[in-house]
């Protein structure tokens, strides 16, 4: 959950008009947070594959 606000806030920060450090760092936050959020995604995917029965 909290990487998803994040994502919000750097989409804000990165989505202005004028381009700027903050706009560079929000790209940046955007990337980091995505990347944080597939993996979690992956890790419990993986752990609840563990639980299955076969």
Do not use: P
Not at 11 to 35: N, P, Y
């Amino acid at each position: 959950a909290i990487s998803g606000i994040t994502i919000v806030g750097a989409l804000l920060s990165a989505g202005l008009k004028e381009f700027s450090l903050s706009t560079i760092l929000g790209l940046i936050a955007v990337i980091f947070a995505m990347i944080n959020v597939v993996g979690g995604f992956l890790v419990t995917d993986r752990m609840l594959k563990m639980f299955k029965k076969k």
